[in-house]
C-alpha cells in the first residue's frame, strides 16, 4: 500500500538509537527488556520492529516516547532525534506527544471514559498547538473527517464507551496526527481488531502518512502486517536486535535462523495434512534469557560459541545480522 | 454422528430500570445449524461478537438454547440434550471437554499440574487407585509432549504454550469423543501456535476425536479442517468443504473476510485494494434483511428486506446474489 512511498523515500535519518539498554532491577533479579539495540529511521518510511511477546519492543517504543522512569529502571545509550539526544533530556518532554506521538495497542484502554473525545481531542491541541478553544475544535472535527468518522461533531459530544474499538482507534490516529508530527510510533495498533476492521486502519494509516510525512515506527509480531506497510523491518528476540533490513530482503532472503523460522510458520502455504513448520522450544521469560545468543536452544544450527558469545553484528548485503553462521565467512 | 443442531437460537435478555425489566434482547446467536460427525474437524470462522463462542459454549451445554434442538448421539442412540442432560449428564461431561482461548485464565492458579489434570478423573471416579491415576497423568503429559518431573509445580512456572499443553492433557484425560478448541492458539506468541496445532493436529488422528474448532485465523481454518461455518452476526452465511469455500468463496462476507488478511509477500501489497467499509452491526438491533447488506458492496433492494435462507446442496450460502 505504500509501495510509491517507499521508493520515493528519502535516506534521511531523522533519528537514531545507538546501544540503547533497559535494565530493570526486580527482587529476582535484573531483568534486562532491551539489551544493547542500535537502529535508525529514515525520513518518511516506515519502520517496523517484529517479535513476540517480551522481546523489548513495546519497551523500546516507551523508552522513546520517554515513559520509563529512570530511576528505577536503569537506561544506557543515546536516542537521537534530528541529531539531538534527548534521552534522559528534558527535550523529550517538549517532543512528546507533539513531534513524537503514539498510538497504543487497547484503543479502550487508552482513552480516558470520563471525559468526551472532544474534550480529550482539543486537551491536546490546546496543550501543544496554542489554539483558541472554538478552533481546537474545529480542528478535531477536521482531523474526525480525515480518519473518516461519519457524523464527527456528533462524535466529539460522545464518550468511549459510546464508539467500536475500531472507530476508538481511528480517533486515537487523529489524535496522534493533529499536532502533524515527525515521528509516529504505533504499538500494535490493530492487535485487537478484526481482520477487516484492521485492514481497515492499515489503509488508514498509509493514507495519513503519505499526507501528512510523516515517519512511521509500527510495532508488531504479525509478519502479515510487515509485508504490507513496511519498508524496513527490525527483528527482535529477548531484548536483541538479531536481523535488520529492508522489508524485500527479509521476505526475500532472511538470514537469521529466528527470522528464518518465523517466516517459514505461515500456515498458507502448506497443504492439510502436512505437518506445519513450527521453532521448536519456547519463548524465554525475561527472568532467564538463555546465555550467548538468546535463541541457540531453540535453533537448528546453534554451535559450541553460541552459548557463551552474543554474535557481533554484520552488515552483510541489504542486512544487519547478528548470527554467529555468518562471523566466520568474513 | 456426535452432536447435531437444528435452528438453534440463543437471545440475552437487556435488563434495566428499578424492576430490572427486559428492554430488549441481544441476539447472540440466530438460527444455526450444524452437524459434528465422528472423527472430523469442523471449523467455524467469524470475527469478535459474532456469536463464536456463544455457539461453544451451546454446545458444551453452559448455555440452554432459547429456541432449536440439540441433538446428541452415543452407542447408536440419540438424546435430545436442548433443555437438560438428564440420564445422559455423566456420559456427556466425559465425551464433551473443551479448550479455551486464554491458557493464563482457564488453569486454577493454585492448583498444581498433577491436581490440575487429574481432576476430571476424580470428579468421574475413574481410577480407585492412586498410583495407576499418577501413571496415567504422566502418560497424558507425555503425550502433550511435557517432561513428567513436572507434576508438582504449577501454572506460574509454564510458559503460555506449556499451559496450552497443560490444558490439552486436562480436556484428554476423560478419552472425551469431542473437543471444542475455542481459538486455543490466539493468545499465544505467532513461534508457539503451529506447535500446538500439530499437536493437537497428531492427537486427532491418534484418538479419533472429533474437532469443533473455533477460530478467526482463517488460514488456520483452512488447513485444519474439513468443512467450515462462517458465521456472522449470529447466523451461518456460508458452509462447505474446506476445500470448496476457500477456493471459491460465494458470499460477499467470506469473501471479503479473505481479503482482509495480510499477504506474505512486500512485492504484492494488497490490502490497500479493499473496499470492505463500515464495522459489523450490533446483535442487538441487527439490520433488517439480510445482516451484510449495510456493509455489502453488491447490495440491492431485495437484500435491505428480505433475510436470505441458507441455501444450497453440500456448498451452502446466504445470499440473494451469491458471487458464483
Known amino acids: ?330 | 454422528m456426535v452432536l447435531n443442531l437444528e435452528n438453534v437460537k440463543k437471545y440475552f435478555p437487556i435488563r434495566a430500570g428499578v424492576f430490572l425489566q427486559v428492554k430488549g434482547w441481544v441476539r447472540a446467536v440466530e438460527n444455526v445449524s450444524l452437524e459434528v460427525d465422528e472423527d472430523s474437524i469442523v471449523g467455524i470462522v467469524g470475527e469478535s461478537g459474532c456469536g463464536k463462542t456463544t455457539l461453544a459454549k451451546l454446545i458444551v451445554k453452559v448455555y440452554r438454547p432459547t429456541e432449536g434442538r440439540i441433538t446428541f448421539y452415543k452407542d447408536g442412540s440419540r438424546y435430545d440434550i436442548t433443555q437438560d442432560l438428564h440420564s445422559i449428564e455423566r456420559t456427556f461431561r466425559k465425551d464433551v471437554q473443551m479448550i479455551h482461548q486464554n491458557p493464563f485464565d482457564s488453569l486454577d492458579p493454585r492448583m498444581n499440574i498433577y491436581e490440575i489434570i487429574s481432576e476430571p478423573l476424580r470428579a468421574h471416579k475413574i481410577f480407585d487407585n492412586k498410583k495407576e491415576e499418577r501413571e496415567y497423568v504422566k502418560e497424558l503429559l507425555e503425550i502433550v509432549g511435557l517432561n513428567t518431573n513436572m507434576l508438582e509445580r504449577y501454572p506460574h512456572e509454564f510458559s503460555g504454550g506449556q499451559r496450552q499443553r497443560i490444558a490439552i492433557a486436562r480436556a484428554l484425560a476423560l478419552n472425551p469423543r469431542l473437543l471444542v478448541c475455542d481459538e486455543p492458539t490466539s493468545a499465544l506468541d505467532v513461534s508457539v501456535q503451529n506447535q500446538i496445532v500439530n499437536l493437537l493436529l497428531k492427537i486427532q488422528k491418534e484418538h479419533k476425536i472429533s474437532y469443533l474448532f473455533i477460530s478467526h485465523n482463517l488460514d488456520l481454518i483452512r488447513y485444519i479442517s474439513k468443512r467450515i461455518y462462517v458465521i456472522y452476526l449470529g447466523r451461518v452465511v456460508e458452509e462447505g468443504f474446506s476445500r470448496d469455500v476457500f477456493s471459491h468463496p460465494l458470499h460477499p462476507y467470506t469473501i471479503s473476510l479473505m481479503q482482509s488478511v495480510p499477504g506474505w509477500d512486500p512485492m504484492i501489497r494488497k490490502l490497500g485494494n479493499i473496499k470492505l467499509e463500515g464495522e459489523p452491526p450490533s446483535p442487538i438491533n441487527p439490520p433488517s434483511g439480510c445482516p451484510f447488506h449495510p456493509r455489502c458492496p453488491y447490495t440491492q433492494e431485495r437484500c435491505k428486506s428480505e433475510e436470505p435462507e441458507l441455501l444450497g446442496d453440500v456448498h451452502k450460502v446466504a445470499c440473494h446474489f451469491p458471487r458464483i
Open chain 1, 1 to 330: 500500500m505504500s509501495t510509491e512511498n517507499s521508493t520515493a523515500a528519502i535516506n534521511k535519518k531523522i533519528f537514531e538509537v545507538s546501544d540503547l539498554k533497559v535494565h530493570f532491577t526486580t527482587s529476582e533479579g535484573v531483568v534486562k527488556a532491551v539489551d544493547g539495540i542500535s537502529f535508525h529511521l529514515n525520513e518518511q518510511e516506515t519502520l517496523a520492529i517484529v517479535g513476540e511477546s517480551g522481546c523489548g519492543k513495546s519497551v523500546t517504543a516507551q523508552t522513546i516516547m520517554g515513559l520509563i522512569k529512570s530511576p528505577p529502571a536503569k537506561i544506557i545509550g543515546t536516542i537521537k532525534f534530528k541529531g539531538e539526544n534527548i534521552l534522559g533530556s528534558d527535550l523529550v518532554r517538549e517532543y512528546r506527544g507533539k513531534k513524537i506521538t503514539m498510538v497504543f495497542q487497547e484503543p479502550m484502554a487508552s482513552f480516558d471514559p470520563l471525559y468526551t473525545i472532544g474534550y480529550q481531542m482539543t486537551e491536546v491541541i490546546q496543550k501543544h498547538m496554542k489554539m483558541s478553544s472554538s478552533a481546537s475544535k474545529d480542528l478535531a472535527m477536521l482531523m474526525l473527517k480525515k480518519v473518516h468518522i461519519p457524523d464527527a461533531e456528533r462524535r466529539l459530544n460522545e464518550y468511549p464507551h459510546q464508539m467500536s474499538g475500531g472507530m476508538l482507534q481511528r480517533i486515537m490516529i487523529a489524535i496522534s496526527l493533529v499536532t502533524n508530527p515527525e515521528i509516529l510510533i504505533a504499538d500494535e495498533p490493530t492487535t485487537a481488531l478484526d481482520v477487516t476492521i484492521q485492514a481497515q486502519i492499515l489503509n488508514l494509516v498509509a493514507e495519513l502518512k503519505s499526507e501528512f510525512k510523516t515517519s512511521t515506527i509500527f510495532i508488531t509480531h504479525d509478519l502479515g502486517i510487515v509485508s504490507e506497510i513496511a519498508d524496513r523491518v527490525v527483528v527482535m528476540y529477548a531484548g536483541k536486535i538479531v536481523e535488520q533490513g529492508t522489508v524485500y530482503g527479509i521476505f526475500k532472503s532472511s538470514l537469521h535462523p529466528y527470522t528464518q523460522g518465523l517466516l517459514k510458520s505461515k500456515i498458507r502455504e502448506t497443504k492439510s495434512g502436512e505437518e506445519l513448520p513450527y521453532i521448536p522450544g519456547f519463548v524465554p521469560t525475561s527472568y532467564e534469557i538463555p546465555s550467548g545468543c538468546p535463541f541457540h536452544p531453540r535453533c537448528n544450527y546453534a554451535m559450541e560459541i553460541c552459548k557463551s558469545e552474543f554474535p557481533k553484528e554484520r552488515l552483510i548485503e541489504d542486512r544487519l545480522v547478528s548470527c554467529h553462521l555468518y562471523s566466520q565467512d568474513q
